[in-house]
């Protein structure tokens, strides 16, 4: 499996609270992403990373907020979660963007209730 | 497990027969494709990946078809086992940093 850790990997949150998810990585690839995924939908991407402090906004951003202070680790934030904000979370990363496969981490189920 | 599978087509083999499990992608520029395997509480796990320039890539009991023409990609498993029950689904990407990714297709081994 590539080197790719969530935390946490379960969360139950109240709406409002401010929630971050980590994912840290072992295998110096440039590129992270986060990706929710829900019932009757594909893998949504919300942020994505190409390189230290250089992040970029997804389909579905609206909500949360993404930092890259350094190469292995790309933290998401949800300001404020909300029940819509109910989902199972992926990171993923990539030795280049779109040119090799993506590895995926183990996923975190987020509740907001 | 997760609850992502719930509204996903199912396709029901018995085991030791092929598998054949479709994906109809969007972009006529996508470059590259993946399948991957999500079993239930866990990630997406790579399993073969194809190049435009190719129609046909071949790994260990599965093999990729690609049909750029009517924009098509097959996954073809050979003799199922029942470690093959999972959710698959296909991904594209015209060699940026956007993976557009399928909604996946439920495959039961039969035993």
């Known amino acids: 499996d590539a080197g790719i850790t969530q935390s946490p990997r379960h969360k139950v949150t109240e709406t409002g609270t401010p929630v971050t998810l980590r994912c840290h990585q072992t295998?110096?690839?440039?590129?992270m992403y986060w990706y929710r995924q829900d019932p009757g939908h594909g893998l949504r991407l919300i942020h994505y990373s190409y390189g230290v402090k250089d992040t970029d906004k997804g389909e579905v951003s609206d909500g949360y907020s993404v930092s890259r202070s350094k190469t292995e680790d790309f933290l998401l934030t949800l300001e404020s979660a909300t029940s819509s904000q109910t989902s199972v979370y992926f990171c993923?990363?990539?030795?280049?963007?779109?040119?090799?496969?993506?590895?995926f981490g183990q996923g975190t189920r987020l509740t907001v209730v | 497990g997760e609850s992502v599978g719930l509204h996903l087509p199912t396709l029901s083999v018995q085991e030791g027969d092929n598998s054949i499990i479709n994906c109809a992608y969007s972009n006529s520029a996508s470059d590259y494709f993946i399948w991957y395997k999500q079993e239930s509480g866990k990630g997406p796990q790579f399993i073969i990946d194809i190049r435009s320039n190719m129609d046909k890539r071949q790994g260990q009991r599965v093999t990729v078809l690609l049909n750029k023409t009517v924009k098509h990609l097959s996954l073809q498993i050979a003799a199922t086992q029942p470690g093959d029950s999972a959710v698959y689904f296909c991904?594209?990407?015209?060699?940026?940093?956007?993976?557009?990714f399928g909604t996946g297709t439920r495959l039961k081994v039969l035993a």
């Open positions: 993923a990363i990539s030795g280049e963007g779109g040119e090799t496969e993506a590895f």
């Open positions: 295998e110096n690839h440039r590129y």
């Open positions: 991904a594209e990407t015209s060699g940026t940093y956007k993976y557009i």
